[in-house]
């Protein structure tokens, strides 16, 4: 479907990937459409990585707290309804484990989605962010799984780990550990260590293109021991990834 779906439509919501958090990080569309809106609405640290941009706009600014993103995304579909031009802001990709889902979901509900045009703009996601400062490991096959089982149960995510891990994929987690939840990533590491070498190339990367950026070269015997949080990805590498002064390379194919 092209543009707009030959309805009437009342007003616009962008769910803009602001990237990892460094304004030069954004794509120039995802840059043009935050100062094209009327309204930003997000999560408040996310507002405050890109408050450099909103500085000098009359913008109206609606922010909220983690655990709001229901509340967050029925706001903006309630302005955007209005015939505002709205931005919701998701960190990375916010098709990656961000708001884009839950926005078309709720305005389905809401019977809007013929009503408010809605549109995603693409962000740099964590594993892109991740996997430019170790090097280049993400050459090959490679598979994403979050280890947050808020949304996910348990068994589930084992299933995929060990399906990633059987399959030799390059693997990123996301949601690696928090406060509440510290022991999903010791069984990661023990799915991974069924089937790939003690030695196998681990990269963690703590807020990634952002300040405060952390980054280890690790591997899979001893990774866990490093300062693992919700800022942090992790890449696994595959059987044939490798360390070459400090950086992680896995090569572009098995033939050689
Ligand atoms: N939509 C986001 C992902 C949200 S899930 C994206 O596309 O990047 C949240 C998880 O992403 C965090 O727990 C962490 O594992 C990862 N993450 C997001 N930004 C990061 C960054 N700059 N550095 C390292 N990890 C990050």
Request: charged content about 20%; overall charge negative; aromatic content about 6%.
């Amino acid at each position: 479907m092209s543009e707009g779906n030959g309805s009437y439509c009342r007003g616009h919501l962008a769910i803009v990937g602001i990237g990892p958090g460094a304004i030069e990080d954004m794509t120039i569309k995802a840059y043009n459409t935050l100062l094209e809106a009327d309204v930003i609405v997000g999560y408040k640290t996310y507002l405050e990585l890109i408050k450099q941009l909103l500085v000098d706009q009359e913008k109206e600014i609606v922010g909220t707290g983690m655990t709001k993103e229901v509340e967050r995304c029925q706001k903006a579909l309630e302005i955007a309804a209005e015939g505002k031009n709205v931005a919701v802001i998701s960190s990375g990709d916010p098709g990656v484990y961000g708001m884009a889902g839950l926005v078309l979901e709720l305005a389905e509900t809401k019977g809007l989605l013929n009503q408010i045009k809605i549109s995603v703009v693409p962000g740099v996601t964590a594993a892109s962010a991740g996997a430019s400062v170790l090097g280049a490991p993400l050459m090959h096959d490679f598979s994403i799984i979050s280890l947050s089982d808020l949304l996910t149960p348990w068994e589930l995510i084992l299933k995929r780990l060990e399906a990633a891990a059987s399959s030799d994929f390059v693997v990123v987690l996301y949601n690696p550990k928090s406060h509440k939840r510290v022991e999903h990533i010791e069984k990661a590491r023990e799915m991974f260590l069924k089937f790939r070498a003690g030695d196998t190339p681990v990269g963690v990367v703590k807020n990634a293109l952002r300040s405060g950026q952390e980054m280890f070269v690790s591997d899979l015997e001893h990774f866990t021991e490093l300062p693992i949080d919700m800022f942090t990805v992790v890449l696994i590498g595959n059987s044939q990834t490798k360390v070459m002064g400090g950086k992680i390379v896995t090569p572009r194919g098995y033939s050689w």
